[in-house]
């Protein structure tokens, strides 16, 4: 065996043994190390294929498995309930009974109004920032409720940090990763109920 081969080997190896702990069982979950990569794997797969029709992603640089993972919980979870304005395209209202087709053209650029609060664009910026913020500042902004943006002591109200931030880390930097990925928008343009 050439040196080459030893060292595609031992990267493929050390990849094998190294992937249950990447998505694994830890501390506080009993699952086996099978079921988790199971799980793991086919929410990424299943998160690949709800992209939105329309939404086109940037994934040059990004983590792949991550973007997947973070578009599962994205579009599984009501995030775009508040900060996609309207939610659906017109004829695509799933209510209504017809065939559902998220509105694109506002993904995720915020604009749903709770009386005095409008949910935020959680788009990418010019820095390639989801709504501006590091990863550790979104991180941290999902698990406090308080965007470093903001004054001090404002709380973010309507969203639901209280109960995001109990997410795993992983899954928030999923979710981060995805939001890197989508198209950047301006703030919507016609906000709203």
């Not at 910026?125 to 709504?131: Q, T």
């Not at 309507?158 to 939001?179: N, Q, S």
Request: contains cysteine; hydrophobic residues 35%.
């Amino acid at each position: 065996m050439n040196a080459a081969r030893r060292t595609c080997l031992a990267f493929a190896l050390a990849a094998a043994s190294a992937a249950p702990y990447a998505a694994g069982p830890g501390p506080d979950n009993d699952m086996d190390a099978a079921t988790a990569l199971s799980d793991t794997n086919s929410r990424a797969m299943r998160g690949r294929e709800i992209v939105p029709p329309g939404v086109i992603l940037n994934l040059k640089g990004k983590q792949r498995n991550l973007v997947w993972q973070g578009s599962y919980i994205v579009n599984t979870s009501g995030c775009i309930d508040c900060h996609t304005h309207p939610t659906y395209s017109p004829g695509g209202d799933p209510f209504q009974g017809q065939p559902e087709r998220v509105n694109a053209e506002q993904y995720m650029s915020g604009g749903r109004q709770f009386g005095p609060f409008t949910a935020p664009n959680l788009t990418p910026d010019n820095a390639g920032r989801p709504a501006g913020l590091t990863r550790e500042e979104f991180v941290r902004t999902l698990r406090t409720g308080h965007n470093p943006h903001d004054p001090a002591g404002e709380i973010l109200q309507v969203m639901p940090w209280p109960a995001v931030g109990k997410m795993t880390t992983r899954d928030l930097y999923a979710i981060y990763e995805y939001l890197r990925a989508i198209p950047s928008l301006p703030d919507n343009p016609n906000p709203g109920p």
